[in-house]
């Protein structure tokens, strides 16, 4: 009887001939180790394995097999994965007999994570010409429908120039092939692999599985190994039969990384839940379960919406302009999926709440029409006293308990303070912008106009942030002991120099007339745990780095004033090629007075979502 020998994920063996004899007939196929298959580190391939061995050669390959353990490749890969110590155990196992060929089967695709694409490899042959790269194998991608229909959605047809045989009385010899061209698997075969796959699959609670298997020569096809796929993406969970939607807040963000447990927290259970609390009269949202924690990035549940037709009315309205991405992979969705069905009714609380919103929202949105420019400065001085009155209530806190449920209550507040305060005027200054383009869509240059109308777009928080931090270049540039300091030296330098007052003076006290006014800001600010510029400010200083490199005649504030006038400019084309002067002048001084407040909230505590960073800043000034 021909045997291979591997290694084993069991605990407590010793090499003994009891234990060969006890596992010579077990089940298991596979060459691991103790600390093999844990959720991030597979082990694959660390260990050696011998095949078609002779009962006189196991004793000696036994050996071998758990030598292995000891290898260079293996100790380096313990390293980086910080295991510090593993055991072996050594198992000899009956091969499959006469195999005419073997593969591979991912019961999900490792490359796109589609957890309804299985991806199918095969060889002629052991699969060991597989596993160690020597030869190219056929592969397919196929994907299985909630009917169970297999699809072949893409095949490749490998060379297959190697391959490996048993050799009769012991051991495998490797050879070239000539025949390199067919396919070595049938539909049928592949058909039959599959459902092997699923079953397998359902054994281990439905995970996705990598699975290796073989081929006899009369027909059988064998299961000798299964393990997790340590490197899926993890999906969101759902108590729900039905179809989940969720999309990534994280990729709208522009967040690539995990966001912090605290920053999570707020987002889910503070801002946007406070939102859903605010826009439901509280009967919604109170513990954010509507955003999941997915490998500590949050993913937002959208399938009530989509499910509604005002909902998807509004998503499709607002999903292309935060993020066009996530419209291409709905509209495939709502193809593929007919199960989307819209229920197209509305609920009383929901009709309720509509019409309290529009008895706030439209005598606003008619006052910012008439008096656009009164408007915006009562908008800004409404979120500069909501902003006074939570830092006032933050330096009346005595201790941290205090602290943390003023937190709460000031970020649950935002969106019912900033959408009715800044909404209508918003809306007041981009749906000029639209009624503008469709007015000039008849023009040849007529959008290009429209668009040279926000060029230099005034009262926006992002633009005069900017432009003071040209001031601090500038200042920088003109005081040479500055200026040598910022070209000779990297930003992480930099930053320590500032934090330890240890620049020039001339560009200490710029940076920190900056830092008082902006010190707030940061990456990824969204996220309550991140460090801010005064905390962390070398980001701002490669900025800083880049802006005095800038020469006059590219000054961002020349470049804004030309902007400004070419808008003007434009207005005036636009006007006089329409032949409604009157009425595009109208238009575009609203979008030029009320545009720009779309970075308000922001603004209102000197990040995206105001009152968040207001808190986050008052905090820290705190000096907890």
Known sequence: MMSSVKSSQVVHMICSSDMLLLYFYS?????????????????????????????????????????????????????????????????????????????????????????????????????????????????????????????????????????????????????????????????????????????????????????????????????????????????????????????????????????????????????????????????????????????????????????????????????????????????????DEPDMTINSGYSLLLILRMLSLALVIIPRLIFSLFFPNWSRKLAVWKVNSFVDDIEEKVDGTTNMQDLVVLQREVLSTFFPMVVPTIAPRLAVGMIPLAILNKLASSLENGNDLVLTIVRGLPHNCTTEMDLLLWQVAKTIQDDTESLCYFKTNDADTLARYYLSNGLPGVAQEAVTQFMNEYGMRGLYEIDFGRPRWREEPAPLMSSIKSYVQISQEHAPDKIFAAGEAAAEDAIQQLGQQLGKPWLVSFLARRTRSLAGIRELPKFTGKSEFALFVVCYCVFNMKSW
């Open 27 to 335: 089940p298991k196929t596979r060459s691991s180790a103790t600390c093999e298959d844990l959720p991030d580190a597979s082990f694959a391939g660390q260990h050696d394995t011998y095949l078609n061995i002779s009962s006189n050669d196991i004793s000696k390959y036994v050996v071998e097999c758990f030598a292995s353990l000891y290898t260079s490749r293996a100790i380096s890969y313990r390293q980086r994965n910080e295991i510090s110590t593993a055991d072996m155990a050594v198992v000899v196992q009956c091969m499959v007999p006469n195999q005419v060929s073997s593969g591979v089967l991912f019961t999900a695709n490792p490359l796109t994570g589609q957890r309804n694409e299985f991806v199918l490899e095969a060889i002629p042959g052991l699969g060991e010409a597989l596993v160690s790269g020597l030869t190219e194998p056929d592969r397919y991608v196929v994907e299985v429908s909630k009917k169970g229909e297999v699809c072949i959605k893409d095949k490749r047809v490998g060379s297959k120039k190697k391959i490996i045989h048993s050799i009769e009385g012991g051991g495998v010899k490797e050879e070239e092939t000539t025949n390199n061209t067919e396919e070595i698997l049938t539909n049928d075969d592949i058909k039959q692999i599959i459902e092997l796959g699923q079953t397998v699959q359902e054994l281990y609670n439905g995970k996705p599985q990598d699975i290796e298997w073989a081929k006899a020569d009369n027909g059988i096809i064998y299961i000798v190994q299964s393990r997790p796929i340590t490197t899926l993406f993890p999906l969101p969970t759902s108590k729900e039969s039905s179809l989940q939607v969720f999309f990534s807040f994280n990729a709208v963000q522009g967040i690539v990384s995990p966001i912090y447990p605290m920053g999570q927290d707020v987002i889910r259970k503070c801002i946007l839940g406070g939102l859903l609390r605010w826009i439901t009269w509280d009967r919604y949202g109170n513990e954010g379960i509507f955003i999941q924690s997915v490998a500590e990035r949050l993913y937002i549940n959208i399938t009530n919406p989509l499910r509604n037709s005002l909902g998807r009315t509004v998503l499709f309205k607002l999903l292309p302009s935060i993020e066009p991405g996530i419209m291409i992979a709905l509209n495939k969705l709502l193809v």
